[in-house]
């Protein structure tokens, strides 16, 4: 009766482990293969080899380009390191634990002057963060772990731990959870509403924010990629990301079969039926590991996680 029981035993714990193997590959779109879609007068910019995982771009045309990204499980090409004012919000990632580092950008002389750094306990592992003042703002955990095999083994189970902070010197507080992991966030032009891309879920949510700093959950919008940095539109409020086609591609470093590149531009989407356009997709031979990409009158910045950068005319 033991070994039958024992047997029985196995065999269940083998069939979770192949089910939650299906949906962990699901979850990254194992499968999933990229047709191409051209955009004319595009080149890489000079200088940047490293990655170009965020980037965040001024009224004035200025850009900021965050690069060198070290991330456990990820390659990275980088080296070893140790009113109208423009606050820069920086997250930052020392020993595996996270920061928010605030700068105050200098309009004489484009220069950045470190402030502060801020750090919290509920800022357990931030990937992104949208500012609502010179000093607070929305930030996503993507992971409920800070250990990477404990990490790894929370998104194979496919626990939705991860969540959303809002951070003041006067209050810090979960807004929003429930997330297979929460990535890039921004907020609509009109400051009404924020947006939240939950990367293994293949969406991008929609938040209403209120005068106490909660979010309210309005809608989901289901995509067939791993949606990554968010930006909007200053005057379209249209929503451009960087997508990953196939996440595990981006996890296995495979030479011969690298990380395809995916820009989506979402219309309208608070309308009961939004406008998905796949404005720019390629195989890898040209960008690696897409994950972000940002308008500025008629022009397309495409940065990638450990890769090169692209610029292109629309």
């Known amino acids: 009766m ?3 029981l024992a047997a029985a035993l196995v065999g269940i714990a083998a069939a979770l482990a192949a089910e939650r193997l299906l949906a962990f590959r699901s979850r990254l779109n194992a ?23 965020d980037i965040d771009i001024l009224p004035n045309g200025l850009a900021f380009i965050s690069s060198g990204l070290k991330y456990p499980g990820l390659k990275s090409f980088a080296p070893d390191k140790p009113d109208d004012t ?22 004489d002389d484009n220069s950045l002057v470190h402030l502060k750094t801020i750090r919290h306990d509920l800022l357990t592992s931030v990937n992104d963060v949208v500012a609502v003042g010179p000093d607070s703002f929305y930030a996503t955990n993507d992971h409920y772990f800070t250990d990477f095999i404990l990490m790894f083994l929370e998104m194979y189970l496919g626990l939705t731990w991860s969540n959303v902070v809002y951070y003041s010197p006067k209050e810090v507080k ?4 429930g997330f ?10 009109d400051k009404k509403y924020i947006y939240i891309a939950d990367i293994f879920d293949h969406s991008v949510h ?17 995509l067939d990629t791993l949606a990554d940095n968010l930006s ?15 996440g595990m591609k981006l996890l296995y470093d495979d030479p011969n079969n690298p990380p395809a590149s995916e820009v989506l531009r979402i219309q309208n989407i608070l309308a009961e039926q939004p406008t998905v356009t796949r404005v720019y997709a390629e195989n890898g031979t040209v960008l690696q590991g897409t994950s972000v990409a ?19 005319e629309l």
């Open 86 to 107: 423009v606050y820069l919000f920086v997250v930052n990632h020392p020993h595996q634990k996270s920061t928010v580092e605030l700068f105050k950008f200098m309009e």
């Open 31 to 53: 499968t999933r293969e990229v047709d191409p879609v051209a955009l004319p007068n595009c080149r890489l910019i000079k200088g940047i080899e490293t990655g170009s995982e």
């Open 232 to 246: 909007v539109d200053p005057d379209t409020g249209d929503i451009w990301t960087g997508c990953h086609p196939n």
């Open 180 to 189: 297979y992991s929460a990535n890039g966030i921004n907020i609509s032009p």
């Open 174 to 177: 979960e807004v929003a959870a």
């Open 206 to 222: 929609v938040m209403e924010k209120h005068a106490d700093w909660n979010l309210t959950h309005v809608k989901t919008l289901q």
């Open 2 to 4: 033991g070994k039958v």
């Open 294 to 312: 940002t308008v500025y009158n008629g022009k397309l910045l495409i940065g990638t996680v450990f890769h090169r950068a692209l610029y292109c």
